[in-house]
């Protein structure tokens, strides 16, 4: 009897593991956000139309906006295209989408479901994040490797497939930050086995899906390489997935290939800072500037036992960073730090207690609005969903809500903090070698 208590207990993890399963089927077709309908109308165009310059047909007809790296358009195109077998409407509902706001719609996902009904809108919803249940299963084939290196423990698996920062930006808003995750991740295990070069190319794919990778590629060169001759080879590496997939574009207007992710990246989302959080601009990215250069000094000049280790920790040290210095921080991004904390933190109830802290600090004063909380909920009834009360606004009947925000805040950085006072402790006083 003992025995197979033991054995139910050992295989526990497993049980989360397909509990995860279950929650995710359940989410994926009742939830979304505004931002997973602009990720998915624009690819028919791909499917439908040969058009593989998105970004210049994009220019022509609404060209303040900024569309996301040029390889989730062929990506996501490439999932569409199979959805076709087992969807005739998909299609048609996200082209009625993107007409409508190429004619100047603005709205949140409830009022697009309203402005756009599909009779199939669950099926059609969880066909739109298969893409993310796929490679949400290879990050964790990715990292039962780690497991079988022993680097991580079992049970971080179960941690991964439950963390709730995963399961709000994959399977509840619909964003695709999963998949650079997953070029991350076998980036970093390619680390392991030594090969640098594939490991660059692989952030380097990362970053053709979110420009944020591209962190971390000058921090891995600088670790595992010395030569000046071999930094600019690595570095020409990691930018070919980009640049192959931009080809379209530079052929066709080079100016704009250029301009798409400079001066729209950075003014497309130019908002006013009110409150607290209103500190300047310069401050904070010089901050983030010299704690870059920081890091990047010390890649180069730490010599350590564990390159990896190292390699973990300053990325880690680079996505806080972010994180608590970019105004335009998303809650969703908050997916982005779970990798290195696994990686990083090997006592699986640290690194919990860490993401639920992480997790439930920076909701506290990044999700507020309607259409990041209940609202995500639309596609069961969008009127009543997108007219519920937020938690802060019921908070703010019985207290001032700022004082709930400020604290979640001063947890969040210095819990940040004290990560990156371990890490530099670690990497410098513990690990460094005569």
Do not use: C
């Not at 995860?20 to 009742?30: D, E, G, Q, T, V």
């Not at 165009?45 to 303040?64: A, E, G, M, Q």
């Not at 704690?291 to 000049?301: D, E, Q, V």
């Amino acid at each position: 009897m003992k025995l197979k208590g033991h054995k139910i207990f050992e295989n526990l993890y497993l049980y989360l593991i397909a509990l995860s399963f279950a929650i995710k089927f359940i989410l994926m077709p009742i939830s979304v956000h505004a931002d997973l309908f602009s990720i998915n109308y624009y690819p028919p165009l791909l499917v439908r139309h040969n058009v593989w310059d998105v970004y210049s047909y994009i220019d022509k007809t609404k060209p303040s906006l900024f569309f996301y790296p040029p390889l989730s358009y062929y990506l996501i195109g490439a999932f569409q295209y199979f959805d076709q077998l087992f969807s005739d409407t998909f299609l048609d509902w996200m082209d009625a989408q993107r007409t409508l706001y190429e004619q100047g719609f603005k709205g949140q996902a409830s009022q697009y479901i309203i402005a756009v009904p599909n009779p199939h809108i669950f099926r059609d919803l969880f066909l739109a994040k298969i893409p993310y249940f796929v490679f949400d299963i290879f990050s964790l084939i990715i990292l039962w490797q780690f497991v079988k290196k022993k680097i991580i423990n079992k049970w971080a698996l179960a941690l991964w497939f439950l963390n709730p920062a995963l399961l709000y930006n994959s399977y509840i808003f619909g964003h695709l930050d999963i998949i650079p995750i997953f070029f991350i991740l076998l980036g970093f295990y390619f680390l392991t086995k030594g090969k640098i070069a594939t490991s660059v190319f692989s952030l380097g794919v990362a970053g053709a899906f979110k420009l944020y990778p591209f962190m971390l590629v000058p921090l891995i060169i600088l670790v595992f390489s010395k030569s000046p001759k071999e930094w600019f080879k690595l570095g020409f590496i990691s930018t070919l997935p980009f640049f192959i997939a931009l080809l379209p574009t530079i052929i066709n207007n080079p100016h704009l290939a250029i301009s798409a992710f400079t001066v729209k990246l950075f003014n497309a989302y130019h908002t006013d800072i009110r409150g607290w959080e209103r500190y300047s601009d310069l401050i904070k990215y010089t901050i983030i500037f010299v704690s870059y250069l920081s890091l990047l000094f010390l890649s180069w000049k730490l010599k350590v036992k564990d390159k990896f280790e190292l390699t973990v920790g300053v990325s880690l040290i680079s996505i806080l960073l972010l994180l608590n210095f970019v105004f335009r921080a998303h809650f969703h991004y908050l997916l982005w730090v779970a990798p290195y904390i696994i990686l990083w933190f090997k006592n699986v109830k640290t690194a919990t207690l860490i993401i639920l802290l992480q997790t439930i600090s920076f909701a506290s004063y990044k999700i507020l609005a309607n259409q990041l909380q209940a609202g995500l909920f639309a596609p069961l009834n969008p009127k009543y969903f997108s007219t519920l009360p937020t938690f802060n606004e019921l908070i703010g009947q019985v207290m001032p809500y700022r004082i709930i925000s400020t604290i979640g805040f001063l947890i969040f950085s210095l819990l940040s903090l004290w990560i990156i006072g371990q890490i530099l402790t670690k990497i410098i006083f513990q690990e460094e070698i005569n």
